[in-house]
């Protein structure tokens, strides 16, 4: 039934974002559906929410592993969620052509991506694509900085290029930049930081900017050879994971090897870009 999904993107099985707590569900309920339907236990995959809520349902006493599959990559006891590097390759394909258009009318051109609370898609985006600047909500940043880093681009006669992730606070500011509502799970809608930032770059530097919201670009489209490999091995390994009777844990890659964390190793922290990350792309900057 999932032979020859590989080069496929996307929730495949139709799946929803329902929270199984909500609306007449809970452990009972889905376990008399597995009952029902002869399922003997449940592999969940996703990030953070989905593993979240795997691990109430095992703390119930229902039989499920985990396979860490989102693009933040903010997953703790991973180094790497499927899904990041493909979300990374089209935000770095989509702020390539930006460059060019930049380059040829001498604009500064600011690139929004995704990240609520992490700057991993930013982060690698930004050094894979020669940024000028990189905005992520781990780091803190003022508009004068930025501005400087746009001025000092210009006059080594850049096109200068700012890469910029949706949950990113400028100094001064308390949230992130909101204007939407919230989402089904009460989360403010991010998104059009850049915009934000467009017209006061333009004013603080006398460069003509402009924003470019890459939004659900990212988490569309086939997957890269690398998240296809990963992904097939952590399948595997999930596999092994219900033969072996390992509930409650996740199947996990620590470097090049796949190996088996617990739920709560996994959901301890977000896994957030550290200072030294940071500090590697910021010597690029400007």
């Known amino acids: 039934m999932v032979r020859g999904i590989a080069k496929q993107g996307g929730t495949i099985l139709g799946t929803s974002r329902t929270n199984p707590f909500e609306n007449n569900g809970g452990p009972e309920v889905i376990k ?31 039989k499920i592993v985990g396979v860490p599959k989102t693009v933040d990559n903010d997953l703790d006891a991973t180094d790497y969620t499927f899904g990041f590097d493909t979300a990374v390759e089209i935000a770095t394909e989509a702020i390539d052509r930006l460059r060019t258009t930049g380059e040829s009318h001498h604009r500064c051109m600011i690139a929004e991506v995704m990240g609520r609370h992490v700057g991993w898609i930013a982060l690698h985006a930004g050094m894979a694509s020669g940024a000028h600047a990189i905005l992520i909500p781990e780091q803190k940043a003022s508009m ?13 006669g850049r096109a200068p290029l700012v890469v910029v992730a949706e949950g990113f606070v400028p100094d001064g500011q308390e949230t992130p930049h909101s204007e939407r509502g919230l989402d089904t799970f009460g989360r403010p809608r991010l998104g059009g930081i850049s915009e934000r930032l467009a017209p006061e770059l333009e004013a603080m530097t006398g460069i003509e900017t402009r924003a470019t919201v890459l939004g659900h670009i990212q988490r569309g489209g086939v997957p890269t050879a690398f998240d296809r490999v990963l992904a097939t091995r952590l399948g595997m390994a999930a596999i092994d994971s219900v033969v072996e009777e390992r509930w409650g844990t996740m199947v996990s890659l620590n470097g090049t090897d796949i190996v088996h964390v617990g739920f709560d190793a996994a959901l301890g922290n977000l896994k957030t870009v550290p200072q030294y990350r940071y500090d590697e792309a910021a010597v690029l900057f400007g």
């Open 32 to 62: 008399a559906h597995m009952d029902r339907l002869g399922i003997d236990a449940l592999i969940a995959i996703g990030g953070e929410g989905t593993l979240a809520a795997a691990k109430r349902l095992t703390d119930a006493g229902l």
């Open 144 to 156: 004068e900085q930025i501005a400087e880093w746009v001025v000092s681009a210009r006059d080594r």
